[in-house]
C-alpha cells in the first residue's frame, strides 16, 4: 500500500489541473481493484503469475490461462 500516497496525490493533481473528477474516480476504481484482488491471496498469486508470463513475453498467455481454467474444472 505505499503506492497509495503518490497515486492518490497524482489523481488529485491531475484533477485539479482538469477541473473535473475522472482522474479522482479513476484512482478510487483503481485502488478498489488492487484491494479485491488482493483480498484472496489465490487471486493475488495468480495475477502475478500472469504478469509474469505477459512481461516475459515466452509464453503464450492464452496458455497459461487455459491452464488454469483447466485446473479449476477437474478440482
Known sequence: MPALTPDALR???SAQRAQSFAPLRTFVHMW???VAVQRYCS?????RH?????????EDPADAITCQFG???AS
Open 11 to 13: 489523481a488529485a493533481t
Open 32 to 34: 478498489g481493484v488492487f
Open 43 to 47: 487471486r493475488a498469486v495468480r495475477l
Open 50 to 58: 500472469l504478469e509474469d508470463v505477459v512481461s516475459g513475453g515466452v
Open 71 to 73: 485446473k479449476s474444472k
